[in-house]
Structures are given as C-alpha cells and as structure tokens.
C-alpha cells in the first residue's frame, strides 16, 4: 500500500509540474520546417542559423515570439508565401506554439491525425486556401484551446468529427468549399451558413435538416428518381398513344367492314 | 521651443517682462539654477510679447502664458516621477547616470522616449542588473506606452499606482523579484497587449478583471507562486497552460488540477494517441 501511495504522489508531482518548454528546441524547429517545405519565394530561406544569440529567431520573418530576448516562438504566421510541401510535422519542436497560418500556399497531403500531439496549445489554426486533403482528424477535438480553426478551401473529405462539441472555446470556424458531408456537429451550429457552403453533402443548422435515415429512405428514393425522370417520359408516350388509340380506331372499326363485326352496339 | 536658447542678454533686450512672471517663478523647479527662474520669466515674456504682437487680446496671453507653464509643470512632474524611481534603485552599472533631474524635462534621459509634447512614453530598462523597489509615482507616468523593466534585480510589490497608466501597451517585469500579488487594478489597462509578469514570486490569485482586457495578445505569468482558479473567459479564452505554468498552487483549466469543490472541469486533460491513431 504504501508502495502505492508513492507512486501515487509520484505521479500527482510529475503532473502537476509544467512540461519543458525546451528552448533550444524552438531553433531546431524552425530548421526543420525550413529544411521540408519547397521555398520558392525564398523566404524562409532567409532565416539565417549562422550567429545564435538570445531571441534571433525572433526576428525573422513570419515568427513572433513569447518575449523579444527569448528564442520560445508564440506564433508562426507563413501564409502567401508560395510555400509547398505537406503538413510540417517538424513544428512538434515549437512546444510553446499557440498561432500557426499556413493560408494560402500550396501544401498538399493529409493534416496529420495527431496533431494535438504535435501542437495542442494551439488558440489559432488557419490552413485555409491550400490543398490539404483527407479528412478532418478526430484527434482536433483535443486541441481544447482552440478559438480559431480555418480549413475553408481545401480537399478534405468525410465528415466533421462529432467530438468538436469538445471545442468550447471556438469562436471562428469555417469548412467552406471542401468535400465534406454528413451532420455538422451541434455545437457549430451558431456559425454561418457560408462557412459550410461548397460541400458535397453537409447536412444539420445552419445548413438544410439531415435525412432522418439515410439507409433506409434510398431504394425509395431510387424508384422515386425513376417515377420523376423516365417515367415522365413513359406516362406522355402512353398518354399519347392511349389517345390515338381512343379515337383513331374506332374510326377504323366504324369505317372498316371486316372489324366491323366486333363493334359493340352501346 | 519655448524656454531653451534664451540667454540672460536677450532678457535684458527684450524690455518687457509679463506681470505674472513672479507667480511664475514658483511654478519652477526649486532646486533649479537661478537661470532657470530668469528662464521662466524670458519665455513668459516671449510668449506674452508674441501673442500680443500678433494681435490677441490680454485675456488670451494670459491664457497662453498658463497653458505654457502648465505643460512645462506636467513634463516635470514625469521627470519627478523617474528621479524618485532612480533613488530608489541601485544602478550598478551606471544605466541611470544621465537621468539629470535639473534639466526641464526628462527626454533627453537615456533609456526615456518621449513623445511630440515631450510626454514619457517609454521607459527601457530591461536587462539593466538594477537592485531595488519600484514606487508609486510611475503611476504618474499618464502617456506611458512601454515599462521595460524585465531582466533585473527588482524585488518589492508591484505599485498599485500602475493601473493608473490607461495608455500602456507593454507591461515587462519578468524575470525580477517581484513579491505580492498582481494587483487587481492592472485591470484598467484597457490599451494593454503584452502582459508579462513571469519568473518572479508573485503570489495571490490572477485577478479576474484582466479578462475585461480584450486588447491582450501576450500573457505570460508561469514561473511564480500564484494560488486559485485560472480565469477562462473574456480575454482568457486565448491563454493556454503555458502561460501559467509552474505555478503550483493554480488550478482549474489551463492546469491539471481543478479546483477543489467544483465538479472535474471538462474538457478532460488531453491523453497521448492511442496506437491506431499514431501514423
């Protein structure tokens, strides 16, 4: 029991105390998301590593840091760079990251299903305006600081994760114009319409009601699709035909002596 | 400008000295050279004689002649202020030698940014290995944007007085030896972005009213004493564990404690991937 109890409390003091928010870790970080992503423009590039004093890397471009002497970087700001490449995993060094914007550049690919485990302190997500494809990672949902998460204008597929009624802290919210479909979780209802629009499929406030089931209503459906196109066709043909049928022969019946015998005399 | 450049000779020569020049003098500092006192009446002169050379009525040169003395009193109210700051100091390595308190005002200090109307508005003294107390005259400071003073040797309370500076953007004190709590009117810091209190022994609660705060970009008060629950609305919603950590005593979101009496706080802490969900 007691050998219990002082695991317990192990445990308890290793919890309670912060992780490290290595610092040199913060420059490594920054070397490797240079070194994975295609720089056309050259500029990340121009983040020179050669003289490391205190808080260098806090004047480069695209990086603010938590205090201008210290190299701990708060946010990472990269949008319209022409940047291409994937998901820079790399940035899991930047543990003290809270702001990153990817928007508008070119990186493809999936974002990666444990990225509250390469950054879970982020407050702001902006990968809007990119090629980003697969879908939405769950793991999102731990991201619990988040009040910002953009990913307007990219290739992701399958559904919104239902456990991002875990991100109460979300004030900003857009999916527009991706692949998505299925019911938007409840708690996104209050954000815009627009910020769903150009789905494939997207259902539930602020959008249109989902099916009550899908499974069910789709043979349905189906015959109903065909009562509404072909069918529409067949009825006029028939119709048609009935009607030349109706008053054409008799007339032949009338006026031909041979089928004149199967007239019925009303 | 008025009241610099003007010598004894010029005084003599201008004949006219304005009525009110007596009054005048004791609005001048007192520990002043006896010039400054001739200064005083030489630039009331030449305020009083401009404005009636171009035309104005008496009532308005008297009007002049106290806006003028009044704007040079607040500009040496500010120097006053950062004189009783430097006295209460130990500046070891001399950063505070050019603070002259004798001159008219304080923004040919270095390390003192002054604005157009010759207004402190920053004060840059971070990294500067000064020992010693703040004190409440800072407060006094009303166009104050940035209070650098991270990097030092600081130790006492936070003035209250700070709360008085509604135009600051910045507020710098980490690492120092600050003592006491963050006091609650820092909350009427309205203008206030950058909020960094850390690797100090601050104790205390964090004060709900900076969440009133909705300019603030930057908080960071990890690495003291604090006690009791991390706010999380208004302006909190932005902060996250790292800006309060190692802080034992704090508890509730933002920490891996919550608070005792209130039910477990959701969301539950997060919990490394499970192995389907790593790559």
Partial sequence: MAGNTKFVLLFLLLSSSSPCFGIEQDIRCLKSVQGSLADPGGVLRSWDFENETNGFICRFTGVECWHPDENKILSLRLGNLGLEGQFPVALQNCSSLTGLDLSNNNFLGPIPQDISWVMPYLTSLDLSYNSFSGSIPHNISNMTYLNVLNLQHNQLSGQIPPQFTLLTRLIGFNVADNLLSGPIPSSLQNFSASNFAGNQGLCGAPLDDCPPSRRRWRPVRISMHRLNDQSSIGVAVGFVVGFVVAFYFPHLFVCSERLRAYVVRI | G?????????????????????????????????????????????????AAAMGAPPWAIWALLLLHQAARVLANTEGDALHSLRTNLNDPNNVLQSWDPTLVNPCTWFHVTCNNDNSVIRVDLGNAALFGTLVPQLGQLKNLQYLELYSNNITGTIP????????????????????????????????????????????????????????????????????????????????????????????????????????????????????????
Avoid at chain 2, 8 to 34: Q, Y
């Fill in chain 2, 160 to 279: 209250s007085e700070l709360g008085n500076l509604t135009n600051l953007i910045s507020l710098d004190l980490y690492l120092n030896n600050f003592t006491g709590p963050i006091p609650d009117s820092l909350g009427n810091l309205l203008k206030l972005r950058f909020l960094r209190l850390n690797n100090n022994s601050l104790s205390g609660t964090i004060p709900k009213s900076l969440t009133a705060i909705t300019a603030l970009q930057v908080l960071d008060l990890s690495n003291n004493k604090l006690s009791g629950e991390v706010p999380s609305t208004g302006s909190f919603s932005l902060f996250t564990p790292i800006s309060f950590g190692n802080n034992p005593a704090l508890c509730g979101p933002g920490t891996s404690k919550p608070c005792p009496g209130a039910p477990p706080f959701s969301p539950p802490p997060y919990n490394p991937p499970t192995p389907e969900q790593s790559p």
């Fill in chain 2, 2 to 50: 008025f009241g610099s450049g003007l010598r004894a000779e010029e005084i003599e020569a201008d004949g006219r000295r304005a009525k009110s020049c007596a009054p005048n003098l004791r609005l001048c500092r007192k520990k002043a050279w006896p010039l400054r006192g001739v200064e005083c009446a030489a630039a009331a002169a030449a305020v009083g004689s401009r």
